[in-house]
């Protein structure tokens, strides 16, 4: 079904700019389409490039504009909450499997309780704002915080090691895959509402043939 829409946007997109061709002189500009909460969004690669370009881990951003489905910034945002939540749960569960097969004692064991409380968190908030993502689009404020949770929460692993420095870390590349899809989820909302704040939304119906 979400295919059939963008497919359906892109297709009135395209019409429109037939019809201004059509018309000599004439500028034709239409509405662009809306997300869930009213908000017009742009479509097309050069929409989440440009989203992208505005983030911290800017290779993270592009790898997931490659993903299925993924034509506006407002589903670039939502690929990148179920890419950052799958990496956090799956770093829970090398967590809990590391565990099993060590046993740790003394400083680890307590460390290990950090990491499992800090991804489970993490997810937790990833979840609340993907739904806040998908009922109110990338411009509601909690999206940000919840974003700004998850990202606390996937710090709580490193700070663990951080406590006890004689401790080397396992889970290295691990951690930083994880911070920069959570962070990525953050760098993306606000390029959006940012763009959204500098192009306020303004109908300008394009001319029709008589």
Do not use: W
Request: with cysteine.
């Amino acid at each position: 079904m979400e295919r059939f829409i963008v497919a359906s946007l892109l297709l009135l997109a395209s019409a429109a700019a037939v019809e201004a061709r059509m018309v000599p002189g004439a500028a034709a500009v239409v509405d662009t389409p809306r997300n869930t909460s009213g908000a017009r969004v742009l479509i097309g690669e050069d929409a989440c490039q440009r989203t992208c370009n505005q983030v911290r881990f800017k290779a993270v951003c592009r790898g997931l504009t490659k993903a299925p489905g993924v034509s506006t910034p407002q589903q670039l945002l939502l690929a990148s909450i179920r890419a950052a939540s799958e990496k956090a749960a799956d770093a829970r569960a090398k967590v809990e499997a590391y565990a099993a097969r060590t046993h740790p004692t003394g400083p680890m064991a307590s460390i290990l309780d950090d990491c499992r409380k800090g991804y489970d968190d993490a997810v937790q908030s990833l979840e609340e704002a993907r739904q806040v993502a998908e009922a109110q689009g990338a411009r509601d404020q909690s999206l940000n915080r919840k974003a700004s949770d998850a990202l606390t929460s996937t710090g709580d692993c490193d700070n663990g090691f951080e406590d006890f420095p004689d401790v080397p870390s396992p889970f290295a590349a691990m951690q930083k895959s994880v911070f920069r899809h959570v962070d990525s989820v953050l760098g993306i909302a606000v390029a959006i509402q940012e763009a959204e704040a500098a192009h306020p939304a303004a109908a300008v119906r394009a001319p029709h043939l008589h």
